[in-house]
């Protein structure tokens, strides 16, 4: 009997693609001179991408973000400046990549910036583009033969899960916010930075009426300016984002899944930041008139059921299997966290004079590596933290310490090998200084999906050959004693009997199996 079919999604590329970038930047005239890189920050955003046949070509830009010092009669002044490089990438594939699923993201790798002159600043940078091409395949085995040849076929069937995605990008959505500097800090004069990164820690796809995608999140807005009478000062805020996407679109894509199983993770690519001060209405510059523009990047995923052919035999004729493996994904779960992390350095590890000052503190965080570890799942990655010191003669002192980070989730009934796609921020920094130390106390949040791969053995092509001996039966029934755990397909592949005949046989275990004799089937055992 020819089971149902539902085509499976095969990675035919799963792996990341290196850009290696070099960038030069001439500072404005109304910059003064570049004393010291204090410090930068790069983020690839991808731009768009390009099919043609088995070759696949994107192409983005890094956006850098560079804060240093330069002279002047008291001190250093700060200051920060932004510019772009572009990237590009390619592939090719042994097949046409019509059809295929195309899922890509881009995380930074190392980053590098010298002082090629006073105003000329030279960086490396190595941006890796996670690609991953799926394409769907029938599981159907090739088979050419007669219909009546195509009956006779017997097959061993088993219905496994296997994860269906599909990358989208939604429409530019806006935030719009007005920010102040706590009550204890001066009002600002000028703005020197002003960034945002926006994580989502929840995306879920729902199914009852109309199809939507709600996405919870957080944008992080840290703002470095300088001080009404002088001096540098900073402030961050955490903002609440909550949002309903129509999902319309990717509604029939999904529609074999089962509704439990529908997971949904989302990125948030900055298009435009403007950041202005106004005053509030006592007249005093403390408002940051904020707007950002971003795109929804949605990762979504679905598990449907798949029937692989095991094995196959006909009960006519000679039959020769064509067997190939698979690698796909049984499995796909979202999981997401928040946990504190605490560490010091002695002040001599950072080279910090005494009685210095904390401007600005940011940070990053890259999760790289999971486990299980008795049922758990262990995600470990590392933390990267940027401070601006003032000492106090008013010369500017950066200090980019690094920490390791880890957690454990409960993974439910995963198993490995697995394979991860993490994205996380770091919140409520916290640097304390005394006469030894520094300390540092921050909020890991993260979001992680994970998938469940396997390797299975399966049919890809039948070919019949000449009919088996036609042997008169000698009685209706053969009585045949199995191995241990020989299956009753075994027996009817070795039999050439149809499953059905041997199971209407023999409807409960017994310690022998009755195998019917029928015209045409043959006799020898």
Partial sequence: MKPETSPIQLASFDGRVPSELAADYILPDIFPDIKRILRVTAKPVLIGRYLAGRRLEFSGAVDYVVHFSAEQESGESLHCVHFAGDFNGALTESEDLDGAEILLASRMGDCTARLANPRKISLKSTVFTDVRIARPISLEPAAEC???????????SESVPSVRERAVIAEPLRISENLEPDASQPAMDEIVS???????????????GA???????QALIDCIYRAMGGGYRSFQRKLPLSYSLPAD??????????????ICAADAIITELNAEIAENTYGERRILELDVTFEPHLRLAGIVAVPLTLDAYSTAKKCDLSMRELDFSTSAKQLSANFSVGESLARADLSLPDECSLIDAAGDVEFGQISMERGRAVITGEASLSCIFAAPDGTLISAEPAFAVRCELAAGDLREPLTMRAEGVISDLRVRMDGERIFFDFEVSFAAGIRECTRRRVVSSVTLGDALPRRAPSACMTVCYPAPGESLWSIARRYNVAMAAIEAANPEASRVVMIPRTPGVSGVI
């Avoid at 002003?194 to 009852?208: D, I, S, T």
Wanted: with cysteine; glycine share 6%; charged share 30%.
């Fill in 146 to 156: 007669a219909a009546e040849d195509a009956a006779r076929l017997e097959r061993l």
């Fill in 194 to 208: 002003c960034e945002a990164a926006l994580f989502f820690h929840e995306a879920r796809m729902n199914q009852g």
């Fill in 211 to 217: 199809p939507t995608v709600t996405l919870k999140g």
């Fill in 249 to 262: 679109e990717f509604e029939e894509f999904f529609a074999g899944c089962a509704p439990e199983s529908l």
